[in-house]
C-alpha cells in the first residue's frame, strides 16, 4: 500500500521594521500558480521548519530574517491546487532593501490597505488573520485555518 501524505511548507510574513508601519512583503509568483502570495516553500528532507523558512526568505527576497514567531499552520487540502500540502506560517523581521530571487519575479512591500485583493494559495485567509492577531492580539481559532 502507497502512503500519501501532505507535503510540508513553509511561509513567512516578513515585517520590514525599518519602514514606518512595519510593512510586509509579497511576492509576484514566477511559476505556477501565478499571482501575488507570501513568501515561502518547501521543507526539504532533512531541514527543520525553521531552516527552511530563512533559506525560503533568503531565495525570494534577498533578506535575512529573524524568525520572530510561529504563527499559525494551515492545513486545509485544497489550500494549493497542485496537492495536498500544509504550511507552517512564521512571522519574522527583516531591514533593508529586499529584491526578487529565485521563483519570485517581482516583489512588492505593501501596507494592509495596499495588498491585492486576490492572493495565491489562502494567503489572503493567512493574511487576515495575521491582521486579527497583530492589531486585536486574537488567534484564529483552532479549526479555521
Known sequence: MAYRNPAPTVDLIIEMCDRPHRPIVLIDRLNIPYGWALPGGFVDYGESVETAARREAKEAT?????????????????????????????????????????????LAIVNPWEVPAALCFDHGKILEDYWQYRNYGHRPRLGSA
Open 62 to 106: 534577498n533578506l535575512d530574517v529573524t524568525l520572530i514567531e510561529q504563527f499559525m499552520v494551515y492545513s486545509n487540502p485544497a489550500r494549493d491546487e497542485r496537492q495536498h500540502t500544509l504550511s507552517i506560517v512564521f512571522i519574522a523581521i527583516a531591514t533593508g532593501k529586499p529584491t526578487a530571487q529565485d521563483d519570485a519575479k517581482s
